[in-house]
């Protein structure tokens, strides 16, 4: 492939340059947001902003069972014997208003009865035929919870953008919301390509081998919370791959494919990308990972990894993934871990380098990553036996124990 000409891109590109470019190409394939019913919300990116409908809590109430008073008439010392006027259980009806020197019996949640202000705990309370000895203690306005205390009318509660956690969806519940609008979910198609790859199942001709990146990088789509739209297995002939990139073109928002793109003789990718749609940037300085390709075929983002596994997983997660949350709008900011090495490291070449690693937190808070010895970017057994890839950058070289590193956390960390 020639880089120059009318038609030049860049290459070669830093990895956070690279990233910065992705991101801002993938920021104008803003996707739209869609409504759905709350129990479906979850984990989707919020679409618009939402603020509070009412006030929560709608009503004063009382934050622990016991007695609710006048707080005017505690004593100040010793006990005090109250008149029990009534009782009222959260959810039930409302209460006669407080008198002085009277209490009503209340629980946790329930509407506090005009005139009282304070509720007294059931453990700092005796009842017997007297009354409600209340011993003193508690203050004025204790146990109490104001109106729109967790949220005011009116307020920005969620922001667009942030991903809708159990916790969210229960704050649009408590607004009384059915449904919400999220952004639509990326719609993918992923193209494994080799002449060498199989289905799990088939049999395996000579030099074959199964296609697991059919399978690892689909997972790491689906954890994105990605549609796929259909897989498909692709020989290195340029008319299938160019038929196949044609037709998610027209279907996708993102086009994810893997092998192909280096410099090898069956490495057809780029320059079918090229023919039917654009490369935006190819190659970055990234070990492994070096001949990602970023480009455009039809409405679709494409995204051509290359072929080694890890090399998968550490442009998913470098590239790919700040590519999708850009997509989605999601305010997620790209920003590893940090971690302290358990062992020193060398690093020859000029690039950023990505090594597979466990992670580990001591007893003093300190996290801590140790590298494999393995790190072959073919290997599996690096990237399954792994909780993170530690990032080195490309300017440094020698890294001694107890150096403090990037990590990126792989999907299922923790465990
Ligand atoms: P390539 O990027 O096409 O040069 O492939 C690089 C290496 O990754 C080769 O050893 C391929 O056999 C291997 N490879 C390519 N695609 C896959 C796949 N889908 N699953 C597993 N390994 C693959
Ligand atoms: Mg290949």
């Known amino acids: 492939m020639d880089e120059t000409g009318p038609k030049a891109f860049p290459t070669n590109l830093g990895i956070d340059e690279a990233r910065a470019r992705i991101v801002e190409i993938a920021e104008k394939c803003a996707l739209p947001t869609e409504r759905v019913q709350l129990e479906q919300a979850r984990a989707r990116i919020l679409g618009v902003d939402v603020t509070a409908p009412a006030d929560v809590p709608g009503f004063i109430n009382s934050a622990m069972d016991g007695f609710a008073l006048r707080g005017a008439d505690l004593p100040q010392q010793g006990e005090k014997i109250f008149r029990m006027d009534g009782e009222i259980l959260a959810g039930g009806k409302e209460a006669a208003a407080i008198g002085a020197n009277a209490c009503v019996r209340i629980t946790t949640g329930a509407a506090l009865p005009r005139g009282a202000d304070t509720v007294v705990m059931k453990e700092n309370t005796r009842v017997d035929d007297a009354g409600v000895h209340v011993a003193a203690g508690t203050m004025t306005g204790a146990n109490v919870r104001g109106a729109g205390e967790d949220y005011r009318q009116g307020e920005l509660a969620l922001r667009r953008g942030q991903q809708l956690t159990p916790a969210a969806v229960g704050v649009l519940a408590a607004f009384g919301m059915t449904q919400v609008d999220v952004v639509a979910r990326p719609r993918a198609v992923l193209l494994t390509t ?59 928002d993102i086009v994810l494919s893997s092998g192909g793109v280096s410099a090898g003789e069956a490495d057809f990718m780029p320059k079918v990308i090229a023919e039917i749609g654009e490369i935006l940037f190819w190659k970055v300085r990234m070990r492994p990972g ?27 997660l470098t590239l790919v993934r700040p590519a999708l949350d850009a997509m989605c709008g999601s305010d997620r900011p790209f920003l590893p871990l940090r971690a302290r090495l358990r062992k ?27 590298p494999h010895d393995k790190q072959g970017s073919g290997m599996m057994r690096g990237m399954a036996k792994a909780d993170a890839l530690i990032l080195l950058p490309e300017d440094a070289h020698e890294f001694a124990l107890g150096t403090v590193v990037d990590v990126l956390p792989l999907p299922g960390w923790p465990r």
């Open 290 to 316: 070096m001949p990602f390709l970023c480009g455009r075929v039809g409405k679709a983002l494409v995204c051509a990894l290359p072929g080694n596994p890890v090399s998968g997983f550490a442009t998913f």
């Open 344 to 370: 020193e490291l060398h690093k020859r070449h000029a690039r950023s380098e990505f090594q597979r690693a466990l992670l580990e937190c001591d007893a003093s808070g300190t996290l801590w990553a140790t």
């Open 194 to 252: 080799g002449d060498e790859l199989a289905a799990p199942g088939e049999k395996l001709g000579f030099g074959g081998i199964y296609d697991s990146n059919r399978f690892s990088l689909g997972g790491l789509l689906e954890q994105q919370g990605v549609t796929l739209l259909r897989h498909e297995r692709l020989k290195d002939v340029p008319a299938a791959l160019l038929d196949a990139l044609r037709r998610a073109g027209e279907d996708a």
